[in-house]
């Protein structure tokens, strides 16, 4: 009986270190966008690309389609598996988020403006 009880443990420490490394290895990469709600009528598409944040090559960019801007490059405070901290100075713009289930829930400022902006997986 306690042979069968720690080969039942074993095998658990395996199905649980894999299910572990699959979450851990996930991350936040990947291209996730919002619409940025300036008033009740406007909306602002912004895309946040983020490639490598398991590694020490971590680059993030940020696309705002409604102003034809593409690929502009974004500071990073801090990245984790599942937060993100990152800004562009010249421009007075920061973003900070977590991830939550399957969306970053953040805060969007740019100069005095604060504003809620959750991103989702990109799509298209």
């Not at 270190?17 to 909306?43: F, H, Q, R, Y």
């Not at 983020?50 to 940020?62: N, R």
């Not at 598996?81 to 100075?89: C, F, I, M, Q, T």
């Amino acid at each position: 009986m306690s042979k069968l009880i720690r080969l039942l443990f074993i095998i658990s420490i395996f199905i649980l270190g894999g299910c572990a490394s699959v979450v851990a290895s996930t991350g936040i990469d990947g291209n996730w966008e919002g619409k940025l709600m300036i008033n009740p009528e406007m909306g602002l598409r912004l895309v946040i690309n983020i490639t490598g944040s398991e590694g020490e090559d971590t680059v993030i960019t940020m696309d705002s389609p409604d102003q034809g801007a593409y690929g502009i490059p974004m500071q990073i405070d801090f990245i984790s598996s599942d937060s993100l901290n990152v800004a562009v100075p010249q421009l007075m713009l920061k973003y900070k988020g977590k991830l939550e289930g399957d969306s970053i829930k953040g805060d969007f400022s740019q100069g005095t403006l604060n504003l809620p902006l959750d991103l989702k997986p990109k799509t298209h």
